[in-house]
Structures are given as structure tokens and as C-alpha cells.
């Protein structure tokens, strides 16, 4: 009599853990779902994290460019005035004209 009931009670627990199992089997499909979207969460955070680094990055690239571009500009504009062309074109034979220029139709003109 005792096994009896003792197999008896092992049924109420089997039927009282059942329905429990039931509902995991029944929401399976939830919880890949959820599964599904926990792994896009994580991919989204990298990705975002990988756009801001290269933003960054493009952003640093881009200030050293500009900090190029503003010497040499410096340096261009140094380069083109009047005292720094004749230093530079000396070597070659060039000098300055020291006399103005004659107009052409004064010249002719009665």
C-alpha cells in the first residue's frame, strides 16, 4: 500500500511539473525571438561602436589635413611676394625692371 501511494505522489509531482513543460515547449518560438533580437541588440552596439571610432578617426585625418593645407597656403603666399620671387628667379639671370614700362600707342601717337 505504501509503494502505491508513494507512485501515486510520483504522479502528482510528474502532472504538477507537466503543464510547466507544456508552456516552455508552447513559447519556444518566443523565446528564439527573443533570442533573435538579444543578438541584433549586441551586433547594433558593435557596429555603432565601430562607425564612432572610424568617425573619429576620419574626423582626426581631416584636421591634419586642414592644418596641412593652411602651411602650405602659408607657405605659397610667403613664396609669391615680390622680394621672394627675385631671391628665387636670381640664379637664372632675371632681375627686376627698374624702369617703368613705355606705353606702345603714346609712343606712336602724333
Known amino acids: 500500500m505504501a509503494v502505491a501511494q508513494h507512485e501515486k505522489d510520483a504522479r502528482r509531482e510528474w502532472m504538477k511539473i507537466l503543464p510547466a513543460q507544456q508552456w516552455v515547449v508552447k513559447n519556444v518560438p518566443f523565446f528564439l525571438y527573443l533570442s533573435v533580437l538579444a543578438v541584433l541588440y549586441i551586433y547594433n552596439g ?23 593645407y593652411k602651411t602650405v597656403k602659408s607657405e605659397l603666399m610667403f613664396m609669391q611676394k615680390q622680394s621672394e620671387v627675385i631671391k628665387l628667379v636670381a640664379p637664372f639671370g632675371l632681375k627686376q625692371i627698374v624702369r617703368p614700362t613705355i606705353r606702345l600707342h603714346d609712343t606712336l601717337a602724333p
Open 46 to 68: 558593435h557596429y555603432a561602436e565601430k562607425k564612432i571610432k572610424d568617425i573619429n578617426r576620419t574626423a582626426g585625418e581631416l584636421k591634419d589635413l586642414q592644418y596641412e
